[in-house]
């Protein structure tokens, strides 16, 4: 094998082995919150999150997951999903 087919074997063992080092095997809990009078999605996700959650992330992904497009049209009575990683 030449310089460039070896260095292209090492890039791409070393990057396989970052994946697979990164990649966690945090379990997620599931929460389900009926919204109240007032408040917001940042609100309802910071009181269920846990100390391994990104709370800017953690909204992000209860968005997408409840098919929310406008966070702050949420509306009393509407129960969202929220999945937080499990404490150990």
């Keep these: 094998m030449n310089k460039v087919q070896v260095t292209a074997v090492?890039?791409?063992i070393t990057l396989s082995i970052?994946?697979?080092?990164?990649?966690?095997d945090d379990k997620l809990v599931e929460y389900r919150k009926e919204i109240a009078a007032g408040d917001t999605l940042w609100d309802v996700c910071a009181k269920v999150a846990s100390d391994k959650d990104n709370?800017?992330?953690l909204v992000y992904s209860t968005m997408k997951e409840n098919n929310i497009s406008d966070p702050g049209s949420?509306?009393?009575g509407k129960e969202i999903i929220i999945h937080v990683?499990?404490?150990k």
């Design 55 to 57: 709370l800017q992330e």
């Design 10 to 12: 090492a890039v791409l």
């Design 85 to 87: 990683k499990e404490l």
């Design 74 to 76: 949420l509306q009393p």
């Design 18 to 24: 970052g994946v697979v080092a990164s990649s966690t």
